[in-house]
């Protein structure tokens, strides 16, 4: 079993914001021979502010000495928010995990760490209130002089990418005891590519969804209320996406999957390399309510804009 403890390969879902693509994890999860190590949680690590993806940039196209030393202070603080959250979730399953995830994250930022040359930095002061501008001079005064703070460097983006690869098979292959890793939202599902490159072994599946619908959730969780930014929003995230060709990312349509759910699984099955035999408590007739929403709930003029704009996109049976 050793040999394949770093073999494992990540199963990614994407979506969009509410694209229904928990009807594709709810459907891998459902299977029962695959690792999902969060519990259910969203892995988004790669993706959030000051995330990876962040790093990265400051790492290569981005890069700076005055900048690396701020990027690696919001990382840390992001991802010890992120273990915070997952700690108050109060699953016990996922707080055992937790030190683990730590440890690694802990060790991925040593990793990435090069050089420490403390220095003055403009950022550090501008980021002081007027307040602690005021006591910084008065300790002054008194005598009490100011440590610099350390100053650290980052390491090439392709030594970045490699590390957070180390990072993520240190928290989840070992458990995965060479079964595939379920991660759910483990990247962007508008840049799919960039976003899954700290996994040592993917497969990616993007889920787009019918416009319409797609504009009902966002009003009703992201509290959205512009029917025509929406739909510059959505022209920019299919725009994106027809830009990618890559064997390693399969799209399908939320609609496509429920309607047609044998045949969509099949497809998802052949393209993670997973045996299209083994089912799953994943019952999509229960996810057929959540298609044609837009009827009830969008206002006339709403419809009117998004179907007029957006008809290439729009779901008919």
């Given at each position: 079993m ?6 494992s390969?990540?199963?990614i879902?994407?979506?969009?914001t ?5 009807a ?24 959030l502010p000051?995330?990876?993806m962040?790093?990265?940039?400051v ?7 005055a900048?690396?030393?701020?990027a690696l202070?919001q ?8 273990m ?12 055992k995990?937790?030190?683990?995830f730590?440890d ?28 602690q ?7 002054n005064?008194?005598?009490?002089k ?20 180390k ?12 079964r595939?890793?379920?991660l759910?939202q ?13 996994y040592s072994?993917?497969?990616i599946v ?15 969780y ?5 029917a025509?930014g ?8 299919q ?15 939320f ?19 997973l ?23 969008l206002?006339?003029n709403e ?5 007029s ?8 049976e």
């Amino acid at each position: 079993m050793k040999n394949n403890l770093n073999n494992s390969q990540y199963l990614i879902v994407l979506g969009t914001t509410f694209s229904g693509s928990g009807a594709v994890f709810d459907y891998l999860n459902g299977r029962g021979d695959l690792y999902e190590p969060l519990f259910g949680q969203e892995y988004l690590l790669p993706i959030l502010p000051n995330g990876l993806m962040t790093l990265e940039a400051v790492s290569d196209k981005a890069f700076d000495p005055a900048t690396t030393e701020h990027a690696l202070i919001q990382f840390e603080d992001i991802a010890n928010k992120l273990m915070n959250y997952w700690a108050r979730l109060e699953d016990v399953g996922l707080n055992k995990k937790l030190p683990l995830f730590k440890d690694a994250i802990e060790e991925f930022i040593d990793d990435i760490g090069l050089v420490d040359f403390p220095m003055r930095l403009l950022w550090r002061e501008l980021k002081q209130s007027p307040i602690q501008r005021i006591l910084g001079k008065f300790k002054n005064r008194l005598g009490f002089k100011k440590k610099d703070s350390r100053t650290r460097l980052l390491v090439s983006q392709k030594d970045l990418v490699i590390a957070a690869q180390k990072m993520h098979n240190k928290m989840f292959q070992l458990s995965a005891e060479g079964r595939p890793i379920l991660l759910d939202q483990g990247g962007s599902g508008w840049n799919p590519i960039e976003s899954t490159k700290y996994y040592s072994n993917c497969k990616i599946v993007v889920v787009t969804r019918d416009p319409r619908d797609q504009f009902v959730e966002i009003k009703h969780y992201k509290k959205a209320t512009s029917a025509e930014g929406f739909v510059d929003w959505y022209k920019e995230m299919q725009r994106r996406l027809k830009l990618i060709s890559n064997p390693n990312i399969l799209f399908i349509r939320f609609e496509d999957f429920v309607q047609k759910n044998e045949i969509f699984s099949n497809t998802l099955c052949n393209h993670m390399s997973l045996s299209s035999s083994v089912s799953s408590n994943y019952q999509a007739d229960l996810s057929k309510k959540n298609i044609g929403k837009f009827h009830q709930l969008l206002a006339k003029n709403e419809l009117q804009i998004i179907e007029s704009h957006l008809g290439e996109y729009i779901f008919s049976e």
